[in-house]
């Protein structure tokens, strides 16, 4: 199957400050999603981001599928902002691979 | 805005078993999944359900695991004799016909005692 890392594991933020959530495949995927896991483990859809620049608000992602790599953009970072972001490609019948996720407390 | 709903939001059960874990996808869906993650692990695919049949699963879906959509709305997950091992939250997501992205339930966490 398809090996997902995220980095980094875990990332203090000042409120306020920007960051970026990275996520490597080690292999090509068909599909690639960002999703952030709130306190109560919902998995909240941020990005459906194959490929391309996308912008939510605060939040932009960008998929480089030839290079097989995600880049998470979080600006201005606020204490909502908190709890894991998860990465996930898509092989085979678009079953999803996950990473382990990326640990995120924004500090007042 | 149509969403992924599942029921029980918790069970709790003593080993050997059985379960029946629920959801309903978002209408006019074509595309099932289930999966699961343990507590402080990253999420794991089971299975992928096209078409009325199993399309695809992982070896974690052994003989213990089935899964059903007993009507047009609902789609199910039975684990029938349950293991200390299974306690995890487990997620159902749909996708539509016409792109190939997951929508996600907001998960049965499921306890084993």
């Known amino acids: 199957g398809i090996q997902v890392e995220q980095s980094p594991p875990d990332l203090i933020l000042q409120e306020g400050a920007n960051s970026t959530l990275r996520c490597n495949f080690s292999?090509?995927?068909?599909?690639l999603q960002w999703f952030h896991q709130n306190p109560w483990g919902q998995l909240i859809n941020l990005f459906y981001?194959?490929?391309g620049t996308k912008q939510n608000g605060r939040l932009s992602a960008t998929t480089v599928a030839t290079e097989r790599y995600s880049l998470l953009y979080i600006s201005s970072s606020q204490t909502t902002d908190s709890g894991v972001y998860f990465c996930?490609?898509?092989?085979?019948?678009?079953?999803?691979?996950f990473g382990k996720g990326n640990q995120v407390v924004v500090i007042p | 805005e149509p969403e992924v709903t599942q029921t029980p939001s918790h069970q709790v059960t003593q080993m050997g078993q059985e379960v029946i874990l629920r959801c309903v996808p978002i209408?006019?869906?074509?595309?099932f999944y289930w999966y699961r993650q343990i507590l402080g692990q990253k999420v794991e695919f089971l299975v992928s359900?096209?078409?009325?049949?199993?399309?695809?699963k992982s070896e974690i879906f052994d003989d213990q695991f089935s899964v059903e959509r007993p009507d047009g709305s609902n789609f199910t997950l039975k684990i029938r004799s349950t293991k200390l091992e299974d306690s995890a939250m487990y997620f159902c997501?749909?996708?539509?016909?016409?792109?190939?992205?997951?929508?996600f339930g907001p998960g049965t966490r499921l306890t084993v005692l």
């Open positions: 359900f096209y078409n009325n049949e199993i399309s695809e």
């Open positions: 292999d090509s995927v068909n599909n």
């Open positions: 209408s006019n869906h074509l595309y």
């Open positions: 981001i194959p490929s």
């Open positions: 997501a749909s996708e539509p016909w016409d792109y190939n992205e997951q929508f």
């Open positions: 996930a490609g898509g092989y085979g019948n678009n079953r999803l691979a």
